[in-house]
């Protein structure tokens, strides 16, 4: 009990730490021993979201995040990250990086996950996932040769690989700056997540000025 009111009660107070960008490193998010190298440009500040669409806090993450993400200034590059741990989530990640292959990525993200949550849509079956994509123009065969292609398995190795060097034992995540992680947990409920990240994007640009 005692636990459950500190998380509440840090909860309450996180806006005003993260607007004057006061966060408390071990408390608010974590630092990675090792930072990840980020993949956008040397005068960008990258955040990344590790999820799954089998994830309810990942879902309900979602408007909340993308109102934020559709007001970042232009210095910071967002990207999705498709948690990789095995059976479904590998299933999903592979259905991520073919509709991105396939050019439909950013149309159907939200969708995915209303499928699964809210129509109990499993989209693991290779019949399934390209029935799904047949909803926005792709061709069954299509989906199908995208699902398997190498370049696809191949990005779901690469994801599997930063997830690991993230030291992410879970989701959802956001990774600011390839060196900073912020859970629902440390950031008090999944609605503080973007107000740490933002609050972690200044410490970041704060550094880099100095």
């Given at each position: 009990m005692?636990?459950?009111?500190?998380?509440?009660?840090?909860g309450l107070g996180l806006s005003t730490l993260a607007s004057a960008a006061s966060l408390v490193e071990g408390q608010h998010y974590t630092t990675l021993?090792?930072?990840?190298?980020?993949?956008?440009?040397?005068?960008?500040?990258?955040?990344?979201?590790?999820?799954w669409y089998g994830c309810p806090h990942c879902y309900a993450l979602e408007d909340t995040l993308n109102a934020w993400v559709d007001g970042l200034p232009e210095d910071v590059a967002f990207q999705r990250l498709p948690a990789t741990m095995g059976g479904a989530w590998n299933r999903h990640a592979a259905l991520f990086y073919a509709a991105e292959a396939l050019g439909i990525?950013?149309?159907?993200?939200?969708?995915?996950?209303?499928?699964i949550?809210?129509?109990g849509a499993e989209l693991?079956?290779?019949?399934?996932?390209?029935a799904f994509f047949a909803d926005y123009g792709v061709a069954e065969d299509e989906a199908r040769e995208a699902l398997n292609a190498f370049g696809v398995k191949s990005q779901v190795n690469q994801a599997h690989a930063r997830m690991r060097n993230m030291r992410l034992m879970g989701v959802p995540a956001l990774i600011v700056d390839g060196r900073y992680v912020v859970t629902p947990s440390s950031a008090g409920s999944l609605d503080n997540m973007p107000q740490v990240a933002e609050a972690l994007v200044a410490k970041v640009r704060e550094d880099r000025a100095n």
């Amino acid at each position: 009990m005692f636990k459950s009111l500190i998380v509440a009660v840090a909860g309450l107070g996180l806006s005003t730490l993260a607007s004057a960008a006061s966060l408390v490193e071990g408390q608010h998010y974590t630092t990675l021993d090792e930072p990840v190298p980020t993949q956008v440009a040397d005068d960008r500040i990258e955040v990344t979201e590790a999820f799954w669409y089998g994830c309810p806090h990942c879902y309900a993450l979602e408007d909340t995040l993308n109102a934020w993400v559709d007001g970042l200034p232009e210095d910071v590059a967002f990207q999705r990250l498709p948690a990789t741990m095995g059976g479904a989530w590998n299933r999903h990640a592979a259905l991520f990086y073919a509709a991105e292959a396939l050019g439909i990525r950013e149309r159907i993200h939200d969708d995915v996950f209303h499928a699964i949550h809210e129509k109990g849509a499993e989209l693991t079956a290779d019949g399934d996932i390209a029935a799904f994509f047949a909803d926005y123009g792709v061709a069954e065969d299509e989906a199908r040769e995208a699902l398997n292609a190498f370049g696809v398995k191949s990005q779901v190795n690469q994801a599997h690989a930063r997830m690991r060097n993230m030291r992410l034992m879970g989701v959802p995540a956001l990774i600011v700056d390839g060196r900073y992680v912020v859970t629902p947990s440390s950031a008090g409920s999944l609605d503080n997540m973007p107000q740490v990240a933002e609050a972690l994007v200044a410490k970041v640009r704060e550094d880099r000025a100095n």
